[in-house]
């Protein structure tokens, strides 16, 4: 599994963001059934790259053994203030386990 975030300029720009990797064997049991239970369905683009300036960017790619799901919110703060999107609530909520997890 493998998150990117940050604010670019540019899309091409979302590549050169850094991404922090984690080994399903690193993950604790909750997380990695919060994954499989909500995460695995919510593969696709989010979002509009064209609603804020600088573009806030989230990649989520999940390597599992029926393949690979990602997904890519824009702008995710304005999405999440805009919209009720459970999708992205989910993905948002998720997104601070993760960031909780690099910590350690």
Known sequence: MSYRSGFVKRLRESRHLPA????VADLP???VALVDAHLLDLAGIYGDPEAGDPIQYDQLRIEHDQGAVEIVVYNRALLLFM??????????????????????
């Not at 922090?20 to 080994?23: C, N, R, S």
């Not at 919209?83 to 690099?102: C, H, K």
């Open 20 to 23: 922090i990797t984690f080994e």
């Open 83 to 104: 919209t009720d999107s459970e999708a992205v609530r989910r993905m948002s909520d998720r997104r601070i386990r993760l960031i909780d997890l690099r910590g350690r």
């Open 29 to 31: 049991e909750d997380v």
